[in-house]
């Protein structure tokens, strides 16, 4: 794969996270509202590998800190990543590495397809919920519990279809796009493995 194909893959994931963005649900007792972002945020790791993957999260964050409307409700400067849903948004670079890498390790360990949903899956919704209550307590001087309840509790189902979808998305993907090859942001060929553990 050329350079210029992968940063338009990279290009592309970021748009697609912050199309995601514009998609809000905002719910009443809470400052974190719903989005579809972290369906794109997942997906670029399973389609882009861990490298890329994180790297097209890095430039759709970098774009909102720029001024560029690209978070959450068309929202844009350093003073969301610094607010309450900063930590989610940190969250969506190391949950897209993870996944990707992942992903890369199940195909080795050739995992089941329901194995890799569960596990890759459960790292990757914790890695976001996780920063991100974290930086939702500290930025609101709140208990993590509370955070907890506040910022993932109500998500917990959505993420898992969303999470999903992701999945369902990047098997469709296989069969017409070609998967990074070493050294271009994947290591390994990161195709989902159809054999039983």
Not at 63 to 84: D, R, S, Y
Not at 95 to 103: K, L, M, P
Not at 165 to 181: D, K
Request: one cysteine or more.
């Amino acid at each position: 794969m050329s350079k210029t194909q992968r940063m338009v893959r990279i290009a592309l994931f970021a748009t697609l996270t912050a199309t995601g963005a514009y998609i809000v649900l905002p719910l009443p007792f809470t400052p974190v509202p719903f989005t579809l972002q972290l369906l794109f945020t997942l997906l670029s790791g399973l389609v882009l590998g861990p490298q890329d993957g994180a790297i097209s999260q890095l430039v759709y964050m970098a774009l909102g800190i720029l001024g560029v409307p690209v978070f959450a409700g068309g929202n844009a400067g350093l003073g969301v990543l610094i607010g309450p849903t900063g930590g989610y948004l940190v969250g969506f670079v190391l949950a897209s590495y993870v996944v990707g890498y992942c992903r890369i390790y199940a195909g080795r360990r050739v995992w089941s397809p329901v194995k890799q949903g569960i596990v890759i899956g459960s790292l990757g919704l914790g890695i976001v919920h996780g920063l991100g209550a974290w930086w939702l307590a500290s930025s609101q001087q709140i208990g993590f519990g509370q955070a907890l309840a506040l910022g993932c509790m109500p998500y917990i189902i959505p993420d898992a279809i969303k999470w999903s979808g992701a999945v369902v998305v990047a098997e469709a993907l296989e069969r017409v796009v070609p998967h990074p090859q070493p050294g271009q942001g994947g290591g390994r060929d990161i195709s989902f493995p159809r054999g039983a553990n």
